[in-house]
């Protein structure tokens, strides 16, 4: 079982021929989905690829929160830690894409409650075989939640995986360096790693990132792939030549591949190709959460652009 803490939001996709949107105009959209969203991504990816998920975290008693936890159970994942609050409001995001793929983001934070760790969640995390995060919080304490449950990994010897993301501009983002050091597996891509180290140069700031504690450094490179670090290699892992639909939740494809590929003792090179073919699967997609893509779909782009790792994915690891 890996467990997935905290940013479990509900997503609202659209898809609009272009930007920018004026006040006033009447805009046609061709797509439209509502599902589950952020780390909730993750989850689901994770799942798909075979791997056994628990989400713990916090949504609202309300109808996005209900969404959230009925898409995950839907997906095979245990919601059972999910708690769900009268106080609370769960997260939305508006995510709109043109028809280049790039997505804008319109987020309504909501409101939660919960300011620590919970018991529960701690003894979830203690007995999994890895936990997944990331920097995505949009409450003030939520941070808190996220370093005890890397500390509560690391002190159980579980593998973690800490993804910083942007993260909320409105808030002090100096516990993602703590989160970081903390975590086994960093996945960022340039610009978040830059900024977590203050230096400009890539590697430079991924060697950086891994002297702080680390075991690996993925960072991602958009449609130039991934570049993957440990103290004793270095990979880098070309993009695969396909068309971008849809930009939003590559990433979080992304890190549930590295997950599974971790988990699995992948050498750097076939996890760099499994982890770039989970991302090129999900931006010829639209949306995300139950849009994300299946196990078959980064199959086949294995089999494609990688073949020569394309029984990763093989019947030995089960469906």
Same mark, same amino acid.
């Given at each position: 079982m890996i467990t997935i803490l905290g940013d479990l939001?509900? $997503?609202?996709?659209?898809?609009?021929?272009?930007?920018?949107?004026?006040?006033?105009?009447?805009?046609?959209?061709?797509?439209?989905?509502?599902?589950p969203g952020g780390a909730s991504n993750v989850a689901?990816?994770?799942?798909?690829?075979?791997?056994?998920?628990?989400?713990?975290?916090?949504?609202?008693?309300?109808?996005?929160?209900q969404l959230v936890v009925d898409g995950l159970a839907h997906e095979g994942i245990d919601t059972d830690l999910i708690r769900r609050t009268n106080a609370s409001e769960t997260p939305v995001?508006?995510?709109?894409?043109?028809?280049?793929?790039?997505?804008?983001?319109?987020?309504?934070?909501?409101?939660?409650?919960?300011?620590?760790?919970?018991?529960?969640?701690?003894?979830?995390?203690?007995?999994?075989e890895a936990l997944f995060a990331d920097g995505w919080e949009d409450q003030p304490h939520e941070h808190q939640v996220i370093l005890a449950g890397l500390e509560a990994a690391k002190q159980a010897q579980v593998p973690s995986f800490f $993804?910083?993301?942007?993260?909320?501009?409105?808030?002090?983002l100096a516990w993602h360096e703590q989160a970081a050091r903390l975590a086994t597996v960093v996945l960022a891509t340039e610009s978040e790693a830059s900024r977590l180290t203050g230096l400009p140069d890539p590697l430079a700031s991924a060697?950086?990132?891994?002297?702080?504690?680390?075991?690996?450094?993925?960072?991602?490179?958009?449609?130039?792939?991934?570049?993957?670090?440990?103290?004793e290699a270095t990979e880098i892992a070309p993009g695969l030549p396909v068309e971008v639909r849809d930009a939003t939740g590559a990433g979080d494809s992304l890190d549930a591949a590295v997950v599974f590929g971790w988990l699995r003792n992948l050498d750097l090179i076939t996890l760099g190709a499994l982890a770039n073919a989970a991302g090129a699967a999900k931006v010829r997609k639209l949306g995300t959460g139950h849009n994300v893509p299946t196990r078959q779909?980064?199959?086949?782009?294995?089999?494609q652009f990688e073949p020569e790792?394309?029984?990763?994915?093989?019947e030995q690891w089960g469906a």
């Amino acid at each position: 079982m890996i467990t997935i803490l905290g940013d479990l939001i509900a $997503d609202f996709n659209l898809r609009i021929a272009s930007f920018p949107v004026q006040a006033g105009a009447l805009i046609r959209a061709d797509y439209l989905s509502l599902g589950p969203g952020g780390a909730s991504n993750v989850a689901i990816v994770a799942a798909r690829l075979g791997l056994s998920v628990a989400c713990l975290g916090e949504v609202g008693e309300d109808r996005f929160g209900q969404l959230v936890v009925d898409g995950l159970a839907h997906e095979g994942i245990d919601t059972d830690l999910i708690r769900r609050t009268n106080a609370s409001e769960t997260p939305v995001a508006a995510v709109i894409v043109d028809s280049q793929g790039e997505p804008a983001y319109l987020g309504y934070r909501g409101n939660l409650t919960i300011e620590e760790l919970l018991p529960e969640w701690s003894q979830a995390i203690a007995n999994s075989e890895a936990l997944f995060a990331d920097g995505w919080e949009d409450q003030p304490h939520e941070h808190q939640v996220i370093l005890a449950g890397l500390e509560a990994a690391k002190q159980a010897q579980v593998p973690s995986f800490f $993804d910083p993301g942007p993260g909320n501009p409105d808030l002090s983002l100096a516990w993602h360096e703590q989160a970081a050091r903390l975590a086994t597996v960093v996945l960022a891509t340039e610009s978040e790693a830059s900024r977590l180290t203050g230096l400009p140069d890539p590697l430079a700031s991924a060697k950086a990132l891994l002297e702080a504690g680390p075991s690996l450094i993925v960072m991602k490179r958009g449609v130039a792939g991934c570049l993957l670090l440990t103290d004793e290699a270095t990979e880098i892992a070309p993009g695969l030549p396909v068309e971008v639909r849809d930009a939003t939740g590559a990433g979080d494809s992304l890190d549930a591949a590295v997950v599974f590929g971790w988990l699995r003792n992948l050498d750097l090179i076939t996890l760099g190709a499994l982890a770039n073919a989970a991302g090129a699967a999900k931006v010829r997609k639209l949306g995300t959460g139950h849009n994300v893509p299946t196990r078959q779909e980064i199959q086949a782009m294995l089999a494609q652009f990688e073949p020569e790792a394309s029984e990763v994915l093989g019947e030995q690891w089960g469906a």
